[in-house]
């Protein structure tokens, strides 16, 4: 069982900086891929941003020019920093961690961080 605990969110205006961190516990050995996504009110939730157990990463086009992704595995934390938000950006952010085990892994879900761009 891998629990998902998530920071950082919070309010911000136009233009403005958030980083989010998502931090493992529990049986986070062998942790492959850590990402996250995002769910605003009327659509489907989707991927922001992963990367892999050797740095890869893929960033969705729609922020990959403002987002960025990274880890530390020693401390089983993901990050993603957000630069020049946008209210676009307003979402529920949804940390979510795979590893390999029974029949084609385990994924496992953060609670959700609220993330609100507004003047």
């Known amino acids: 069982q891998v629990e998902l605990v998530e920071s950082g969110g919070g309010l911000v205006q136009p233009g403005g900086s958030l980083r989010l961190s998502c931090e493992a516990f529990?049986?986070?050995?062998?942790?492959?891929?850590m990402a996250w996504y995002r769910q605003a009110p009327g659509k489907q939730r989707q991927l922001v941003a992963k990367?892999?157990?050797?740095?890869?990463?893929t960033v969705a086009a729609s922020v990959k020019d403002r987002f960025a992704i990274s880890r530390d595995s020693a401390k089983n934390t993901v990050y993603l920093q957000m630069n020049n938000l946008k209210p676009e950006d307003t979402a529920i952010y949804y940390c979510?961690?795979?590893?390999?085990?029974?029949?084609?892994?385990?994924?496992?879900w953060g609670q959700g961080t609220q993330v609100t761009v507004s003047s």
């Open positions: 979510n961690v795979q590893k390999p085990g029974g029949l084609g892994g385990y994924e496992y």
């Open positions: 529990g049986r986070t050995r062998n942790i492959n891929v």
């Open positions: 990367i892999d157990d050797n740095d890869r990463t």
